[in-house]
């Protein structure tokens, strides 16, 4: 009976994913290419100064993002730090420097890890202006640079990419806050609160009293799901009944996750021109996204272990009204995009379960990633396929018409390695300096041997890799994890960022392959099965090691 919900929930997710996949990827790809600017656009260009017709070399473009992203940090950063004075701050204090800059990095580079209660340390004026603005731009950011890579590749001899403040802003102002408004009228038909409520005390049933926050939660809710953000305005985060009620909306909060991330690879074949690689990409996000639902919901309905064995099922850290279904389909969709919203707490699944999510991150987040992050990692990951299989078969690479020499191939190789250096090699660096590992392990671990081990590892994945959930029995708000993780955010996110834009650039400047004759055949289900093989073999071995001492040690006890 579990198994036929687990279908009838996946069948009504991708029923309306399928049927919007055509109309909106070939909206997003009419924005991103009509050269008309829309009047009140035309107004945002002058206000900041930009000609919109002037085309930018990816240099330019890089510099762009990475200015843009520097003036968000620091404001988000003196906003916190001001908090006491904005208008709606609740009587909270200013926020301490190192859960400012954490916070700053991580809502700038589109992870959304929260090391804090949000209802108890965030204002209205902060939650609004500061961190809900930087989920609507930091997932615009995320749009432009796969547009600037899909350009690259479209382009011919053309040297330019495309103009970042063009992008940004119709990004914004024509996809994100369009869909944003509708979404939001959904969560509060659903239940979602919206309101300037503050604290209100409460007596409960048993004669104490309980403090209950308010807030403008569903207009944040809407954005941090489209978005693919994950920041919550509740400590509980999509547990929580003001965030998520029903368990429609619950299945709703999933669609919002995935909804652009599965299109975009259609906004893609458009402007290349070639649908069939389009629906290639989308086949093999899909097919990860399924090996990973389908190996998290066995793992949490096999009832592993004695107490959810004695219980009949792992219920432990699931919310009822949800149930194991509804709760796997969200960790699923949480984990293969950017999203890091939870409604179940990670640490409480079994040991298999805690590991199959933790692979789905280490996979890139390309089932389908982030919002605009996942078709560029994907791309990668395409290139990549087709450089080995041009060597296994004695035949020049050729990509949509695009060579892959020397240069591309050493960006794709350093791409790959981003995650690994910075998820791995943080968590090695801090358990080998004796000070930081004591302090992980008595301060931020809940338990002691291979679980507390998982627990950290999945913290130092979760932000390298720009996801921004955890296993929520890791207490990350110290002030050298505060420090290290807002660190390795920022380089999780703006190092791949200036290597995709770096790749567009020296496709931008290339013309046609002579002939196309020696292009590989792509559009079969053969490449969309190598390249998911691809995407495991690169992932899985490279954390074996670690998972040995976490998840796998702890579910072989």
């Given amino acids: 009976m579990q198994w036929w919900m687990a279908a009838l929930l996946l069948a009504a997710l991708a029923v309306p994913i399928g049927l919007l996949y055509k109309p909106l990827g070939n909206y997003i790809a009419w924005v991103f290419t009509s050269p008309d600017h829309w009047r009140p656009e035309r107004w945002v260009y002058k206000l900041i100064g930009v000609n919109p017709d002037r085309e930018h070399t990816w240099h330019s473009y890089l510099r762009a993002v990475l200015v843009f992203s520097a003036v968000g940090f620091l404001l988000l950063y003196i906003m916190q730090r001001l908090q006491m004075w904005l208008p709606y701050s609740l009587g909270l204090p200013a926020v301490s420097p190192d859960v400012a800059f954490n916070t700053a990095a991580s809502f700038v580079g589109n992870t959304n890890w929260q090391a804090y209660s949000p209802e108890k340390t965030m204002g209205y004026t902060v939650q609004m202006a500061g961190l809900t603005v930087q989920m609507f731009v930091s997932g615009a950011v995320g749009i432009c640079v796969s547009m600037a890579l899909t350009r690259g590749i479209a382009y011919h001899k053309r040297g330019t990419l495309g103009n970042f403040w063009v992008d940004l802003v119709r990004a914004v102002f024509r996809i994100l806050l369009p869909a944003a408004i509708i979404a939001s009228v959904i969560l509060l038909t659903a239940g979602a609160i919206q309101n300037f409520a503050g604290f209100t005390t409460v007596s409960t049933v048993a004669g104490g009293t309980q403090v209950i926050p308010g807030g403008p939660a569903a207009s944040q809710e809407a954005i941090k799901m489209l978005a693919t953000n994950g920041g919550s305005f509740f400590n509980a985060n999509s547990a929580h009944p003001f965030e998520n009620p029903t368990p429609w909306e619950n299945l709703f909060q999933v669609f919002m996750l995935v909804l652009f991330p599965f299109s975009m690879p259609r906004t893609f074949g458009k402007i290349v021109g070639d649908h069939r690689m389009g629906y290639v990409i989308l086949a093999t996000m899909a097919t990860l996204f399924v ?34 279904i509804g709760s796997t389909l969200f960790t699923t969709a949480t984990t293969g995009t950017s999203g890091g919203a939870t409604n179940s707490m990670h640490s409480s699944y079994t040991s298999i379960g805690g590991m199959v999510a933790m692979l789905h991150m280490v996979l890139g987040e390309i089932s389908p990633g982030g919002v605009g992050s996942g078709l560029y990692t994907m791309l990668v990951m395409v290139l990549l396929g087709v450089f080995l299989t041009g060597l296994l078969l004695g035949r020049a690479p050729v990509f949509l018409g695009k060579r892959l020499g020397v240069t591309e191939i050493k960006l794709v190789g350093i791409f790959i390695l981003v995650l690994p250096v910075l998820a791995l090699g943080g968590f090695g660096i801090s358990m080998a300096i004796p000070p930081v590992r004591a302090e992980i392990t008595n301060l ?65 400047n290339q013309g046609r392959a002579t002939s196309r004759a020696s292009e590989l055949p792509l559009h079969r289900p053969q490449f969309v099965l190598w390249l998911v093989i691809l995407i495991l073999y690169i992932a899985i071995p490279t954390f074996i090691p670690v998972l040995l001492v976490g998840p796998l040690a702890e579910g072989l006890h």
């Fill in 444 to 508: 931020s671990m809940s338990t002691g041997g291979p679980h507390g081990i998982s627990e950290a590892i999945y913290a130092f994945i979760s932000v390298s890799v720009n996801n921004g959930s955890d296993f929520a029995g890791f207490n990350a708000n110290t002030p050298y994890l505060d420090t290290v993780f807002g660190i390795l955010i920022l380089l999780g996110r703006f190092i791949p960022i200036a290597l995709v834009l770096a790749l567009a650039g020296s496709f931008a």
């Fill in 291 to 324: 090996i990973a639902y389908v190996s998290i919901t066995a793992a949490e309905l096999s009832a592993s272990g004695t107490a959810p064995q004695l219980a009949g099922a792992s219920m432990e850290g699931k919310e009822q009204r949800i149930g194991i």
